[in-house]
């Protein structure tokens, strides 16, 4: 009957020695065996995978309005957004410009911008923002503008479709 030699975790092999007269110690090599280390670095990493909670995308929710008669608007309690290129936010205070050109404001979508723009407008009770994007807005900027509006708990907004002098507002600026 073949008896097999026992297995350790480690095994320690001599080796050889050098010959000369004097006797010497056998000097051994260790060669530790990693295969339970591996074992349980699989394991943890098993356990940790199964047992995190991953991030779940977050959505928010737009509520678009049902069709029908327009809602009126007070127009000292408006503010008008027009979004064109290049991440520009220009903004009016009312329904429409008027032949005033002062009226008209600028500014960016960064946090120094907009939203203090919003935070303002915000101490009107009452007020609507009306988001009018323009042919040369990007996507990203209309996301970006109800992220504002979002963060600054704007309640009351509107995407609007740009009147024929916004356009040509949009364009000669």
Same mark, same amino acid.
């Given at each position: 009957? %073949?008896?097999?030699?026992?297995?350790?975790?480690?095994?320690?092999?001599?080796?050889?020695?050098?010959?000369?007269?004097?006797?010497r110690?056998t000097? /051994?090599?260790?060669?530790?065996?990693?295969?339970?280390?591996?074992?349980?670095a %699989?394991?943890?990493?098993?356990?940790f995978?199964?047992t995190t909670? %991953?991030?779940?995308?977050?959505?928010?929710? $737009?509520a678009?309005?049902?069709?029908?008669?327009?809602?009126?608007?007070?127009?000292?309690?408006a503010?008008?957004? +027009? +979004?064109?290129?290049?991440s520009?936010v220009r903004?009016?205070?009312?329904l429409?410009?008027g032949?005033a050109?002062? @009226? $008209?404001? /600028?500014?960016?979508?960064?946090?120094?911008?907009? /939203?203090?723009?919003?935070? /303002?407008? @915000?101490?009107?009770?009452?007020?609507?923002?009306?988001i009018?994007?323009?042919?040369?807005?990007?996507y990203?900027?209309?996301?970006?503008?109800?992220?504002?509006?979002?963060?600054?708990?704007?309640?009351?907004?509107?995407?609007v479709d740009?009147t024929?002098?916004?356009? @040509? +507002?949009?364009?000669?600026r």
């Open positions: 009957m %073949f008896h097999y030699p026992p297995v350790s975790m480690a095994s320690i092999q001599p080796t050889a020695a050098p010959k000369s007269g004097k006797p110690a000097k /051994r090599a260790f060669h530790p065996d990693m295969t339970p280390m591996v074992d349980l %699989f394991l943890l990493l098993t356990f995978m199964l909670t %991953f991030n779940k995308p977050s959505v928010m929710e $737009l678009m309005p049902t069709p029908g008669p327009e809602s009126p608007v007070d127009p000292k309690k503010l008008t957004l +027009l +979004l064109g290129q290049n520009e903004y009016f205070f009312g429409n410009p032949p050109s002062d @009226q $008209l404001h /600028r500014t960016t979508l960064a946090a120094d911008g907009l /939203r203090q723009v919003l935070l /303002r407008f @915000q101490q009107q009770p009452g007020g609507v923002v009306l009018k994007p323009g042919n040369q807005a990007s990203q900027n209309l996301v970006d503008v109800l992220d504002e509006m979002n963060i600054t708990g704007q309640r009351k907004y509107a995407l740009l024929a002098a916004e356009k @040509q +507002l949009l364009a000669a």
